[in-house]
């Protein structure tokens, strides 16, 4: 999910709006499923609301269309410039030599949109072959959408991937390469096989669902989606009476904030990664919209780059919430080391997109690209922009950031360990 008029998201959706559906007399087949749904149980929590709009296998906003790009609803950073995906791929590299050059490496992406972020990545993977020798170097896809992963699999492997015989196939789809790097995908990061793996997340924790809380003078209760009494085909925030069992269990104790929001689906998420970053080695850089818990109501729709109601026509537009990056590295544990959130201008900065950017200008002499280059130069690292809106978290195995060890009793002859490379984009880098 992604940009453009998020630009703009400074209008929040406000609680107990209601909304009706766009100017159609007959509700769209999403609204009646849910309103079918919430008259048979009840008002839903908004979780469940932005699980069925966004993911429900027939009438899911992912699962039906294709929302990136200028025709679509929102155009993300790889779209606008290969540079992000390049420094993301010499981010991926420097993390592998950081834990040793271990012999293989799986790259891992989480939603990987139209799959402009992994091409340019692998594009990088084999200009620098030679670094990585003969790692065995593998790509794999989490993707719900059908639709999408026929886009990814054209634009990374042209003709060479195939569907999986069985449905129940936890592999659905099957690729490689110009250059024979096999591709795979999958439905559920579980499915993805174990191994020294760097996870890539770009704006993926954002279209998870969320839970929305409300304090009162009751204490906390949850915000729910329900049918208008008196508009039948509208829906409508209300407040739960009395406490449910998320209510109770995530939010915090402590909590300031009057209005909270929390993804649990994220927080089970970040759970996997860092277990299978402490068990099998690896990495993972979250990039998202986000805040380091301070935040309240973030919860909006885009529909054709602009802001849309969340309640109106549903279906019809992307759902998105900032990511509470406070929350990630509470459910992340103290097992994994997390670094960020830093701004994309920081890490980018500190990645050398200057460097890389004179380089570009220095080689280019058609006054047209130079105009783009520059632009989108621009579009990525101003504040104003998407500079200070997105942010860069990263979970790494504790190994990686351990001090050296001093040499002890009779071994003081030996030379001590070295100490770790500094972790790119978190830490600049110094240019000879």
């Known amino acids: 999910t992604a940009f453009v008029v998020r630009l703009k998201r400074q209008a929040p959706s406000k609680l107990f709006c209601s909304s009706a559906p766009d100017g159609n007399n007959k509700p769209p087949s999403m609204l009646r499923h849910l309103t079918s749904k919430i008259k048979a149980t009840g008002p839903i929590p908004v979780a469940e609301y932005?699980?069925?709009?966004?993911?429900?296998?027939?009438?899911?906003?992912?699962?039906?269309?294709?929302?990136?790009?200028?025709?679509?609803?929102?155009?993300?950073?790889p779209e606008i410039s290969q540079i992000f995906g390049e420094l993301i791929g010499v981010w991926i590299i420097s993390e592998w030599m950081g834990a040793g050059q271990p012999k293989q490496l799986q790259l891992v992406e989480l939603g990987p949109g139209k799959g402009s972020l992994a091409?340019?990545?692998?594009?990088?993977?084999?200009?620098?072959?030679?670094?990585?020798?003969?790692?065995?170097?593998?790509?794999?896809?989490?993707?719900?959408s059908p639709a999408l992963s026929l886009l990814q699999a054209q634009n990374l492997t042209?003709?060479?991937?195939?569907?999986?015989?069985?449905?129940?196939?936890?592999?659905?789809?099957?690729?490689?390469?110009?250059?024979?790097?096999?591709?795979?995908w999958y439905r559920r990061l579980d499915d993805v096989p174990t191994g020294f793996s760097i996870f890539v997340a770009h704006?993926?924790?954002?279209?998870?669902?969320?839970?929305?809380?409300?304090?009162?003078?009751?204490?906390?209760?949850?915000?729910?989606?329900?049918?208008?009494?008196?508009?039948?085909?509208?829906?409508?925030?209300?407040?739960?009476?009395?406490?449910?069992?998320?209510?109770t269990s995530l939010v915090q104790a402590d909590e300031k904030r009057d209005h909270v929001e929390v993804s649990a689906e994220g927080g089970v998420i970040v759970q996997q990664l860092a277990r299978r970053i402490i068990e099998d080695g690896g990495a993972a850089l979250i990039i998202?919209?986000?805040?380091?818990?301070?935040?309240?109501?973030?919860?909006?729709?885009?529909?054709?780059?602009?802001?849309?109601?969340?309640?109106?026509?549903?279906?019809?537009?992307?759902?998105?919430?900032?990511?509470?990056?406070?929350?990630?590295?509470?459910?992340?544990?103290?097992?994994?080391?997390?670094?960020?959130?830093?701004?994309?201008?920081?890490?980018?900065?500190?990645?050398?997109?200057?460097?890389?950017?004179?380089?570009?200008?220095?080689?280019?002499?058609?006054?047209?690209t130079r105009k783009q280059l520059i632009s989108s130069y621009n579009m990525l690292t101003n504040p104003a922009k998407m500079g200070e809106r997105f942010h860069f978290f990263s979970l790494l195995h504790p190994s990686r950031l351990a001090k050296p060890q001093k040499p002890q009793g009779l071994k003081l002859e030996k030379k001590k360990s070295p100490a770790p490379l500094p972790v790119a984009g978190f830490t600049e880098l110094k240019f000879a």
């Open 119 to 144: 091409s340019d990545v692998i594009r990088v993977f084999s200009q620098l072959q030679s670094v990585l020798g003969g790692a065995s170097v593998s790509l794999h896809l989490v993707e719900v």
């Open 288 to 368: 998202d919209y986000g805040h380091n818990g301070t935040k309240t109501d973030t919860f909006r729709g885009f529909k054709g780059h602009q802001l849309h109601d969340v309640l109106a026509s549903p279906g019809s537009a992307d759902l998105t919430a900032d990511v509470d990056f406070n929350y990630l590295r509470r459910m992340a544990g103290g097992g994994v080391a997390c670094l960020g959130p830093v701004t994309q201008n920081t890490f980018l900065k500190n990645m050398g997109i200057d460097t890389r950017m004179q380089i570009l200008l220095r080689n280019c002499s058609d006054p047209s």
């Open 50 to 77: 932005m699980r069925e709009v966004l993911t429900n296998p027939v009438k899911g906003y992912y699962v039906r269309n294709n929302m990136l790009g200028p025709e679509g609803d929102f155009i993300t950073s």
């Open 203 to 247: 704006e993926f924790f954002d279209a998870l669902p969320i839970h929305k809380f409300q304090r009162t003078e009751k204490g906390w209760r949850e915000v729910l989606v329900d049918i208008d009494p008196e508009k039948p085909d509208t829906l409508r925030f209300v407040v739960a009476p009395a406490p449910t069992l998320a209510s």
């Open 158 to 184: 042209g003709n060479r991937s195939q569907e999986a015989d069985a449905e129940d196939d936890l592999v659905y789809r099957r690729g490689e390469t110009e250059a024979g790097l096999p591709v795979s």
